[in-house]
């Protein structure tokens, strides 16, 4: 950890182990930076291209990056290193009088946030995106981070939400408010569907049947066309109105009742607080389960389903109502997603989804509230970041499309979790709150455990 | 017999297609302390898991308190009070000691609660001290006195031991030895004790059977039991202590 550069002898080995780095980025990078195939577009087909250069910039980045790792990073000699003092951020992250203070200045910041001078159609559509994810986040939070079941397939209950909102909208008439709940129970339903089949599942196993029941929802949406509409989907959903007060320049509308002057950013502004009322009420309501018993026995049959059992916990019913309660909020968010698109179609609906749900879950730490919205944050609004990154067109040509960087990052950012926060941004698990009445106890013990 | 509160009747049981019990008949009554014997594999654990009915009887019948058990699920043989503190302790590691006691509780009218914990915390002082800590950073002994306790909170009628001196210093294990005859003398908790540690489960037990290769081979009063040859030989280590 010396701030002084190492003599030579030292530098060799270092050298030596950098080197081992860069040959084996060399033949990873080979087959996926240096070659690429492109259509000749004549009858030869396809030919293979070589991109000598960027796979040179790709593995001396590696061996500089490496080097500085040698020499400014921490030993990596292979022993397991005594565990550092948590870091500033760890500490200020895990501290749960922080998390108290951050989540409120983060409501409100929350709350005036498309009034603030700089939030445009975009930035508030940005908005809108991430309360999304990170409302799905805290659903499959209750899945995977308190029950310990990893679901892979949550995008299913998403779809579930939005079709039903969807086809109930546009079939019967039904309201936003009206389709609301009922969206919730259907995917909720299908929560208990697929719960039933994997009740004696776990981990590996459970992983892959999740995974099948998201493309088995999704390939049933593309080929029931008579119903879904196929891969056209479903369009001209009717829009949520304000009360009643449809979002449009006609006298009955929310404009004109309120004597405003007609702007399409109202019904923008509108979505933004729906999906936020949407977020805080799951936010809630999942923080309020956890401190509930059911709450506790989620997080106690993601220890230990054997001893569940034996204390008497029915673990059926408990794992359904994990995977029904979780469903349920990925039901309101597909509800609030085909309200806001007024179209659905299976192609939303894929595998990325899930896998990005799930990532921010696991990159918030399983089983925090506030680690979710940081990870939301980062993985949505990373990506929309890269969008904007189009001065790099200057150095890797004009084909550059920066926000096909979306999946490096995706890896990026798991490599350097699995480095520095292998368990989550927010990882500490703060015990459930006592309730009121054991309070005096507790607080009793602790006085008589000091004394 | 006046009142068995358990009574197990030709349990066999297999795994797969290997038997693992064969028609097996114990009984435990009210305010008793019974314990098993026998050396590993020898079908102790799998008793204890047929009477919760996690792993079932194939053949036989078990009955507590006069109800027939074997064919109900595992909670609800739980809420009909037998509690049980099973192999490896297994307690919920990344729970606080206070949660993995609420666990424990969950069949049980919140009213109780306070004094139940209370109650515990008197019996396990550690516990007390402990309370807000998570439970797998808990020393062995410790975490088997969490077991035992969360057991306890569950306000049964008969508590399930299985192996609760496994892998703990002696001292500790007498400790736990002793809370349990405390239990039973000063409330009349019935307890079923499965041991491989046969010189401390015998003296603590008024009964005790010995099981070898899923067959109960011998059973009486601790103290006969302690002093026959066959088991002196087989798990005291030759000599009488």
């Given at each position: 950890m010396s701030s002084q550069l190492p003599t030579l002898p030292a530098l060799l080995p270092m050298l030596k182990r950098s080197a081992i780095a860069t040959i084996i980025a060399f033949f990873l990078f080979l087959p996926t930076l240096g070659i690429k195939t492109a259509a000749s577009g004549g009858v030869d087909g396809l030919f293979l291209q070589y991109r000598w250069s960027g796979l040179a910039i790709a593995c001396g980045l590696i061996f500089v990056a490496r080097m500085a790792m040698e020499i400014f990073g921490k030993k990596q000699d292979g022993t397991s290193k005594p565990a550092a003092a948590p870091s500033a951020l760890v500490r200020f992250f895990g501290s749960a009088k922080i998390a108290k203070t951050v989540g409120p200045v983060l409501l409100v910041f929350a709350i005036v946030f498309p009034f603030l001078p700089f939030s445009d159609r975009y930035i508030l559509d940005l908005g809108i995106l991430i309360i999304t994810y990170v409302m799905l986040g805290w659903g499959l939070q209750i899945v995977v981070g308190l029950a310990g079941l990893l679901d892979l397939g949550y995008v299913a209950f998403y779809a579930v939400g939005a079709y039903s909102y969807a086809l109930l909208s546009i079939h019967f008439g039904f309201g936003f408010w009206m389709c609301l709940p009922l969206a919730g129970l259907l995917a909720a339903t299908w929560g208990v569907i697929l719960g039933f089949p994997v009740l004696r599942l776990r981990g590996d196993y459970l992983a892959i049947v999740t995974l099948a029941f998201g493309e088995i929802i999704r390939v049933v949406l593309l080929n029931w066309r008579g119903f879904t509409g196929g891969s056209n989907g479903l369009s001209s959903i009717p829009r949520p109105s304000f009360f009643g007060l449809p979002f449009n320049q006609e006298p009955g509308g929310f404009a004109a009742t309120f004597g405003l002057e007609y702007s399409s950013m109202q019904r923008i502004v509108f979505l933004y607080f729906l999906i936020l009322a949407l977020a805080i009420f799951t936010f809630f309501v999942t923080g309020r389960l956890r401190r509930l018993p059911i709450g506790r026995a989620w997080e106690a049959l993601r220890e230990d389903e054997i001893a569940c059992r034996s204390l008497g916990i029915n673990t059926v019913n408990t794992k359904l109502s994990a995977f029904a309660i979780g469903a349920m909020f990925g039901g309101f968010a597909g509800s609030f997603f085909a309200a806001k698109q007024a179209f659905v179609s299976p192609e939303s609906f894929n595998f990325m989804e899930s896998a990005t749900i799930l990532a921010i879950v696991v990159l918030g730490g399983m089983s925090s509230q506030l680690g979710v919205v940081f990870s939301a944050i980062a993985m949505v609004g990373g990506v929309e970041l890269l969008r904007q990154l189009q001065f790099l067109k200057v150095i890797f040509g004009p084909d550059f499309d920066p926000s096909q960087l979306r999946l490096l990052l995706f890896g990026l950012a798991m490599v350097l979790m699995m480095l520095w926060r292998p368990r989550g941004l927010v990882s500490t698990r703060t015990p459930t709150v006592f309730l009121k009445d054991e309070k005096t106890v507790s607080a009793a013990m602790i006085s008589q455990g000091r004394g | 017999m006046t009142q068995n509160l358990l009574a197990v009747r030709g349990v066999e049981t297999f795994y797969g297609r290997n038997q693992a019990l064969y028609g097996i008949d114990m009984d435990v009554n009210e305010g008793e302390i019974v314990t098993m014997i026998g050396a590993n594999g020898a079908g102790k654990s799998t008793l204890m898991m047929a009477i919760c009915g996690v792993n079932r009887a194939v053949r036989g019948s078990v009955t507590f308190a006069g109800k027939p058990i074997h064919e109900m699920p595992t909670h609800e043989i739980i809420r009909l009070g037998i509690s049980q503190s099973p192999e490896g302790r297994r307690?919920?590691?990344?729970?606080?000691v206070y949660e993995n006691l609420q666990m424990g509780a969950v069949t049980i009218d919140p009213k109780y609660f306070a004094d139940d914990l209370a109650r515990m915390y008197a019996l396990f002082p550690i516990l007390e001290k402990r309370h807000a800590q998570r439970a797998g950073t808990l020393s062995g002994g410790e975490q088997q006195m969490l077991a035992i306790g969360r057991a306890l909170m569950a306000r049964p009628r008969l508590l399930l031991l299985d192996e609760p001196s496994l892998g703990l210093a002696p001292l500790v294990a007498k400790t736990i030895f002793d809370t349990l005859r405390e239990l039973n003398q000063s409330q009349g908790l019935t307890v079923f004790l499965v041991e491989q540690n046969a010189y401390h489960a015998l003296r603590l037990a008024s009964r005790g059977y010995v099981m070898v290769n899923g067959r109960i081979t011998l059973s009486g009063t601790g103290s006969e039991l302690l002093n026959h040859p066959e088991v002196g030989a087989a798990y005291l280590g030759g000599s009488g202590h």
């Open positions: - | 307690i919920f590691p990344r729970m606080s």
